[in-house]
C-alpha cells in the first residue's frame, strides 16, 4: 500500500535522492550539492510543499513538489504541481495517482481554486494519468516563456 504524507527537513536524505533521479530522468546534469541545497531551500523558506510517497515501511516510492501561485484577475490562488516523480521500481504501483491525489486534497485544504500543471506534448503516459484523475487540457491558453539566461 502507498502511503503519502509531508515532508518535512528531517526528510531530506530521503527526498533529495528522489529530486536528483526526477532530473536525471530529465536529462540533466547531476550536482549533488545543489540538488541538495535547492530542496533545503525551497523547504526552509516554506516556498513549496513536498509531497513524498511511501510503502508502509518507510520505503520512498516517489515525490511531488507543489509552488504556490496567485491570479490577479480572479483574485484567487491556486497551485503548481510542478514536479511529479515515481521511482522506476515502483512505477504501476499507483503512487503517481496517489501523489495527485494527495495533492488535490492539499489543494483543497489551503483554499486554492485550481491545480496547475505542465507537461511534455510527447509525455503521453502523464498525459493519461493526469486526464484519469481528472485534470483537464488548456485549450484556450497558450504558453509562452522568455529565457533570460
Known sequence: ??????????DLATVVPLFQAYRAH????????????????RMLLRQSVILLAETETGHA????????????????NSLLL?????????????VGRALLCKAQQHAKAVGAVRLNLFTGVD????QTLYEAC????DTAHYGYYLPLS
Not at 61 to 76: D, I, K, T
Not at 123 to 126: F, H
Open 82 to 94: 510542478n514536479d511529479l516523480f515515481v521511482a522506476e521500481t515502483a512505477r504501476g504501483m499507483g
Open 1 to 10: 500500500m502507498v502511503h503519502v504524507r509531508y515532508a518535512t527537513l528531517d
Open 26 to 41: 530529465f536529462g540533466k546534469p547531476s550536482d549533488p550539492a545543489a540538488e541538495y541545497q535547492f530542496v533545503r531551500e
Open 134 to 137: 481528472g485534470f483537464q487540457r
Open 123 to 126: 509525455n503521453q503516459q502523464a
Open 61 to 76: 516510492l516517489g515525490f511531488s513538489q507543489l509552488y504556490p501561485m496567485f491570479g490577479s484577475l480572479n483574485m484567487v
